[in-house]
């Protein structure tokens, strides 16, 4: 029998997630006693699930599609950002059995941005291309950030205009249809899955200029389609998903743990994984 504390990531399907890889990295690095498991979720009963794993002895869960709304429902203590999300990535089961909810989502892309590719949010022109959960999941961090304006365009304008009103309060943020956003963005980020078909959100090509940074929170082996359009537009500096991934994962370990593991040799090594 291993003493190391269970921890796992919890989805449907799941054999494909990366977050095993990352967690084990992490431990070995920091040298924690974490034991990391990959658990297939029943899609009918997700509470089932979870009581089970914490039977085994689990003290935590990241928590991936198609569950983070349930998981939000399983908790019942959550942070601000996870409130603000409606929907939670990383749960804590603590010794009072209680079950504590967050979202580490947002600060995995704000991280990402601002400390491994030294770009600041702070006063800058922000354009979010999409209004689905994975969206919502980056704003509060992301408005914390203090840009001087954030734009979401999306297919369903009404998604956008809805997501937009639901942050008012965290700054200024406003929502509209692809077709309807003008001028230039210092940051845009594609928040859309329509890369997963191939596509590209049908945006002016006038938001980008060559002083563009642009964020594809998809990755894959080779570069994302909006990448290489933005890449065509000779924007500044184009960033996958990868970093965002990889940051989430350090965010829960140290909420777990209370030890931040060294996130660049991980992101390095997953990335040469990836292209292998
Ligand atoms: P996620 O959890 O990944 O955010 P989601 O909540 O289903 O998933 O949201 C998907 C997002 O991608 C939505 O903004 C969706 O636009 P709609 O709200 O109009 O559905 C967007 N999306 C998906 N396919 C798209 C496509 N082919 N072109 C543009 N946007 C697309």
Same mark, same amino acid.
């Given at each position: ?6 921890y796992?990531? !919890?989805?449907?399907?799941?054999? =494909? ?5 990352? =967690?084990?990295?992490f ?7 974490v ?9 009918s009963?997700?509470?089932?699930s979870?009581? $089970?794993?914490?039977e ?17 429902k399983?908790?019942?203590? #959550?942070?601000?950002?996870? @409130? ?16 504590? $909810? ?6 995995g ?7 491994? #590719? ?12 999409? $209004? ?10 992301? @408005?914390?950030?203090?840009?001087a ?21 965290l700054?200024?943020?406003?929502g ?11 940051? !845009?980020?594609n ?10 959100p ?39 998903? @990868? ?6 994962? $350090? ?26």
């Amino acid at each position: 029998m291993s003493d190391n504390d269970l921890y796992a990531v !919890i989805g449907s399907p799941i054999q =494909h997630s990366k977050s095993p890889w990352i =967690h084990n990295e992490f431990a070995t690095q920091t040298s924690e006693s974490v034991a990391y498991q990959a658990v297939l979720g029943d899609e009918s009963n997700f509470s089932g699930s979870v009581d $089970a794993f914490r039977e085994q002895g689990g003290q935590g869960l990241n928590v991936t599609v198609p569950f983070k709304q349930e998981a939000f429902k399983y908790a019942d203590k #959550h942070s601000e950002r996870a @409130l603000r999300a409606g929907a939670v990535n990383t749960l804590v089961f603590q010794a009072d059995g209680s079950v504590l $909810a967050e979202n580490t989502d947002g600060v995995g892309i704000v991280t990402d941005i601002q400390n491994n #590719h030294d770009v600041a949010i702070e006063g800058k022109r922000v354009l979010i291309l999409g $209004a689905g959960g994975a969206v919502r999941g980056i704003l509060e961090p992301l @408005l914390g950030q203090k840009p001087a304006d954030v734009v979401i365009a999306n297919r369903t304008v009404s998604k956008a205009v809805q997501l937009a009103e639901d942050f008012a309060d965290l700054g200024e943020i406003s929502g509209c249809g692809f077709e309807a956003v003008e001028g230039r963005f210092d940051l !845009i980020i594609n928040g859309t899955s329509a890369s997963l078909a191939g596509e590209l959100p049908p945006v002016p090509k006038t938001v980008i200029d060559t002083q563009s940074v642009c964020y594809d929170m998809m990755y894959g082996a080779d570069v994302t389609v909006f990448n290489k359009w933005a890449d065509s537009l000779s924007a500044a500096k184009t960033i996958d998903g @990868l970093g965002m991934l990889v940051e989430q994962a $350090a965010e829960s370990f140290f909420i777990w743990r209370g030890v931040r593991p060294t996130t660049a040799p991980v992101l390095e090594k997953l990335r040469d994984l990836l292209k292998s």
